[in-house]
């Protein structure tokens, strides 16, 4: 399958873009730490660490798995506890209360490697997860992105669409998806270590702070729609907070 180019430098336009395009080589003695948020995904959360872990693991670098189950109806939080007893390179940090911000956040602040990830693992397969983190491990102080392509119905096309539109509008942003994971970026971006929402606006968050630091972006084209199992918890009531809470903190910022 033919490697992707990354093709936009998100949030960068004020700052030395050469940073975003020097290249490193890969080497085992760095340590990359993927958080995985889980809730309600006991039927599946299983199977999708037992990939990435087979894919991480044919990776030059080292990797831990972060996985945070957060306040689950079903036995996700058994299921994770179970996977980091079994598993070498992975960890179970449960929340009793949900929250994609809320666990991401908790996923970074637990994490300990020098490369930082997160990502939606009902959307993110290995091959996907692994070549994010190789363009981050070879664009050292860059932020990389997935830029999703496509969406499984209309709807939810349109829907991106008008919310990409409303954040780039309002946080004067060039990258054309907000939301997309994996994200990767490196400790030295600590700025991305301090964020505060709890709830769906993280993203959101993460690419405005990006912008405002002068953080060079990438954002890694991403054509695949798979969804691991599970139901997507947006909704016509999600979207329409999403849509003002991006409106609010564009005002709360001043």
Known sequence: MPVPTPWSFGGCDRCDRSRAVERTRVTPDRLVSVVLPAHNQAEHIGEVVQE????????????????????????????????????????SEPLARSGWGRAVRTGLARATGDLLCYTNSARTTP??????????????????KANRKIREHWSRRLGSLLYNLECRALFDLSCWDVNGTPKVFPRSCDRL?????????????????????????????????????????????????MYWGAWAMRHDAG
């Open 52 to 91: 990435y872990t087979a894919a991480l693991g044919r990776m030059p670098l080292r990797h831990e798995l972060v996985l945070v189950p957060n306040g689950s109806k079903d036995a996700t939080e058994a299921v994770c506890a179970g996977l980091a007893a079994t598993l070498p390179h992975v960890r």
């Open 193 to 241: 270590l301090r964020l505060r929402r709890d709830d769906d606006l993280i993203d959101a968050e993460f690419v405005r702070t990006c912008r405002e630091a002068g953080y060079p972006m990438l954002e890694v084209p991403v054509f695949s729609s798979r969804r691991h199992g599970g139901k997507s918890t947006t909704n016509l009531a999600s979207a329409f907070r």
């Open 127 to 144: 091959a996907e997860l692994t070549l994010t983190i190789l363009y981050a491990a070879t664009h050292p102080d860059t932020v990389v």
